[in-house]
C-alpha cells in the first residue's frame, strides 16, 4: 500500500542540540519533500529531495531513493525550530503526507 | 509574487450553510490542490487540477466541490456545510511534477 511513516513522533530538544528525523517510504512513493509547519500553523517547503542531499543553512536533507528513506538534519537547534515536521511523497499525482514528528526546542 | 493566497483566513460556519474557499497563485502553475489538515493530523487530499477545466478526486471528496475555470484560481465549495468538516484548509500548487509543492497560509473553518 501507499505508506509515508516518520520517526520519532515527538522529539524534545535542549537549544542547541542536534537531531535526525527520519522519513520511510513505500515502494510506490517518490519525489519526497520536507515541510515544518509552524506553531502559527503556516506550512513551509523546506526541501524538495527527490534523492541525493542538499543543505539550506542548519538544516540539510539526504534521501536514499533505492532504499526508500529520507533524513532530515537539524543542526544547532533554535526554538524557532520547534513545530512539526512533515515529510511527504509522490504518490501518481498526489502529495500524500506522513503524520509528522512534533519538535519541541527548549531554551 | 504573492505566491499562493487563501480567504478567508477564518471563518465560522453554522451547519447547514454553504461557503466558498478562495485559492490563488500568481505563478501560472498548472497543478493545484486541496488539502485539510485535522488536529493532530497530517493533511489529506480533497481535490486537485492538473490544468485549467480538469479537476480530480483525492482522498476526501465528499461534501466539498471544485471548479478550475483559470490556471490562477482554484475555489473550494462547501454546500451543506457539517461539523465533520471543521478543519484547517490548504491550497496548494506546482509547477509540474518535478517540483516541489508551494502552499498557502490555510483557512481555518469551525462549523457549529
Known amino acids: 500500500g501507499i505508506q509515508v511513516e516518520q520517526s520519532p513522533p515527538d522529539l524534545i530538544l535542549q537549544e542547541g542540540a542536534n537531531s535526525t528525523l527520519r522519513c520511510n517510504f513505500s515502494d510506490s512513493v517518490n519525489n519526497l519533500q520536507w515541510f515544518h509547519q509552524n506553531p502559527w500553523g503556516q506550512l513551509i517547503n523546506l526541501f524538495y529531495i527527490p534523492s541525493g542531499t542538499k543543505q539550506n543553512g542548519r538544516l540539510s536533507a539526504t534521501t536514499v531513493a533505492t532504499e526508500r528513506y529520507s533524513l532530515l538534519y537539524i543542526s544547532s537547534s533554535q526554538t524557532t525550530d520547534s513545530g512539526v515536521y512533515f515529510c511527504?511523497?509522490?504518490?501518481?499525482?498526489?502529495?500524500?503526507f506522513g503524520a509528522g514528528t512534533i519538535l519541541r526546542v527548549k531554551s | 509574487n504573492a505566491g499562493v493566497t487563501q480567504t478567508p483566513k477564518f471563518r465560522i460556519l453554522k451547519i447547514g450553510q454553504s461557503m466558498t474557499l478562495q485559492c490563488t497563485q500568481d505563478m501560472n502553475h498548472n497543478y493545484m490542490y486541496w488539502y485539510r489538515q485535522d488536529p493532530g493530523m497530517g493533511l489529506k487530499l480533497i481535490y486537485y487540477s492538473v490544468g485549467a477545466g480538469i479537476t480530480d478526486k483525492g482522498e476526501v471528496p465528499n461534501g466539498y466541490n471544485v471548479s478550475r475555470s483559470t490556471t490562477e484560481d482554484f475555489p473550494l465549495r462547501l454546500e451543506l456545510a457539517a461539523p465533520s468538516q471543521t478543519s484547517v484548509y490548504f491550497c496548494?500548487?506546482?509547477?509540474?511534477?518535478?517540483?516541489?509543492?508551494?502552499f498557502g497560509s490555510g483557512t481555518r473553518l469551525t462549523v457549529v
Open positions: 496548494a500548487s506546482r509547477q509540474d511534477i518535478l517540483y516541489g509543492y508551494t
Open positions: 511527504a511523497g509522490q504518490y501518481g499525482n498526489k502529495l500524500v
